[in-house]
């Protein structure tokens, strides 16, 4: 990720607009900020969310509050839990998420 035109900013994500994404089953709950280069999210998956697509796009993901699994095509599975986090670069491994319980994200892209 090569970030530019970013200029110094704070963000009260609870001032950013809510979008809603439907899944395969569940509910996404996306607050995003596009910012020069980059996509910043805040986002929420209800319990039992299971991913529509399989995701080829590049992220940085950090596990804030829940649990959440990512499968990627390859068949194998990630577990991760709050403080965790996880990068992939674009078109390297795509990926598709899920959550029991729901799970709350942060993600830069």
């Given at each position: 990720?090569?970030?530019?035109?970013v200029?110094f900013g704070?963000?009260?994500?609870?001032?950013?607009?809510?979008?809603?994404?439907?899944?395969?089953?569940?509910?996404?709950?996306?607050?995003?900020?596009?910012i020069?280069?980059i996509?910043v999210r805040m986002?929420e998956?209800?319990?039992?969310?299971i991913?529509?697509?399989w995701?080829s796009r590049?992220?940085?993901l950090l596990v804030?509050?829940?649990?959440?699994?990512?499968?990627?095509?390859?068949g194998?599975t990630?577990?991760?839990?709050?403080?965790?986090s996880y990068?992939v670069?674009?078109?390297?491994a795509?990926h598709?998420s899920r959550?029991k319980g729901g799970v709350k994200?942060f993600?830069?892209d």
């Amino acid at each position: 990720m090569h970030i530019e035109n970013v200029p110094f900013g704070v963000t009260d994500w609870a001032q950013v607009p809510r979008t809603e994404h439907a899944g395969e089953t569940g509910v996404a709950w996306w607050r995003t900020l596009e910012i020069g280069n980059i996509r910043v999210r805040m986002v929420e998956y209800s319990a039992g969310y299971i991913a529509d697509h399989w995701c080829s796009r590049g992220h940085v993901l950090l596990v804030l509050e829940g649990e959440l699994v990512t499968e990627l095509e390859d068949g194998s599975t990630h577990v991760l839990r709050a403080g965790e986090s996880y990068q992939v670069a674009d078109r390297t491994a795509p990926h598709r998420s899920r959550t029991k319980g729901g799970v709350k994200l942060f993600i830069v892209d």
